[in-house]
């Protein structure tokens, strides 16, 4: 059953992928006429991280960061470096658009534990979070929503590394306990649903304490409930 699931998320994963390019065409020139407009420079961003056995691979995205404000070595930096149209094409995750061609050729999949910065691979990738490094790595997924939700919203490094990695480094582990076709599609779904949320300045509560009931119950720790 694991080959079959395996296969035919690949096969989704390609389809999906090659559909999203071409019916995503004309955004991308609009976007990269805004980069330009905002920040003149490269259109693009690209980040170095690992995927399936840690294995490195470039992972594209639309530059929303100032030029020269990027920096992979922390995981969070000032708030300055992202200029305004950076934080549109963010909030909408139209910055990630570009993975579709990471997607497409294997480097990632739609659905997996968040790819690894190569310089921080003993961190999320180290100790029992060895495994999250054992599968490919995804554009969405319950750590990728976490930190849309909540992480996103953490400016300080030290804020960051303390309240919101920990949990982020179990939602991988939960991915890997709860993978499968329905709960695949069931974050693509609530991908959908937290943009929306987002966009109109509200948290969705009752995905985002799920969320947190997963990652509390996989350390078991005790479960905080959003506000």
């Not at 905002?38 to 100032?66: E, L």
């Not at 054992?134 to 960051?160: F, H, K, N, R, W």
């Not at 982020?168 to 076709?181: H, I, N, P, W």
């Amino acid at each position: 059953m694991r080959f079959l699931y395996l296969f035919l998320k690949r096969l989704f994963d390609m389809g999906c992928a090659l559909l999203g390019l071409v019916v995503s065409a004309p955004l991308w020139l609009i976007i990269a006429l805004g980069i330009e407009l905002s920040d003149p420079g490269p259109v693009f961003y690209i980040a170095h991280r690992t995927t399936k056995h840690n294995r490195v691979f470039d992972m594209y995205k639309f530059r929303s960061m100032r030029q020269g404000k990027a920096n992979e070595s922390v995981f969070r930096g000032e708030e300055d470096r992202i200029f305004p149209f950076g934080r549109l094409i963010r909030a909408t995750k139209l910055d990630e658009l570009p993975q579709l061609i990471n997607i497409l050729i294997g480097d990632m999949s739609i659905v997996g534990p968040r790819p690894a910065a190569v310089d921080q691979v003993e961190i999320t990738r180290g100790g029992r979070f060895a495994a999250a490094g054992e599968v490919t790595s995804g554009l969405t997924g319950p750590s990728a929503l976490y930190d849309y939700l909540y992480g996103d919203q953490i400016e300080s490094e030290e804020e960051y590394v303390r309240d919101v990695l920990p949990t982020r480094l179990e939602l991988d582990l939960v991915y890997l306990d709860k993978r499968g076709v329905f709960f695949d599609l069931r974050m693509i779904w609530w991908t959908v649903v937290c943009i929306v949320y987002q966009l109109a300045g509200r948290v969705p509560e009752h995905i985002f304490n799920t969320l947190l009931k997963w990652a509390a119950e996989h350390r078991k720790e005790p479960v905080c409930a959003a506000n």
